[in-house]
Nanobody, 127 residues
Framework: QVQLVESGGGLVQAGGSLRLSCAAS????????MGWFRQLPGNVREFVAA????????SYADSVKGRFTISRDNAKNTVYLQMNSLKPEDTAVYYC????????????????????WGQGAQVTVSS
């Protein structure tokens, strides 16, 4: 059974930092792009960041560029999202996702190609 499990969410004050982890089990995703999305109040899901299978290509939403960093450790089958300078508007449930298409050069900022999803991690940023 394939599982993506997020951890590292929580409550933090504005300006603080959190690091989310997404550990995969049941199969390896070392040849697959991975992404982070977040679901805002009102059920709007938006792209946050994505990383190619090799780590050589990354993409970020404009709203998090310069504050968030996506990385991966293929030996651990884990993807990370380092979030710095957090703002109240970053409050959301954060989901990691895996793109089933192997060895792609780029990454998708749209959620449709991703067909493995974690259960989500709540991040709450207080003002």
């Amino acid at each position: 059974q394939v599982q993506l499990v997020e951890s590292g969410g929580g409550l933090v004050q504005a300006g603080g930092s959190l690091r989310l982890s997404c550990a995969a089990s049941g199969r390896t995703f070392s040849s697959h792009a991975m992404g982070w999305f977040r679901q805002l109040p009102g059920n709007v899901r938006e792209f946050v960041a994505a990383i190619s299978w090799s780590g050589g290509s990354t993409s970020y939403a404009d709203s998090v560029k310069g504050r968030f960093t996506i990385s991966r450790d293929n030996a651990k089958n884990t993807v990370y999202l380092q979030m710095n300078s957090l703002k109240p508007e970053d409050t959301a449930v954060y989901y990691c996702a895996a793109d089933p298409r192997p060895l792609r050069v780029g990454v998708s900022v749209w959620d449709t190609p991703y067909n493995y999803w974690g259960q989500g991690a709540q991040v709450t940023v207080s003002s």
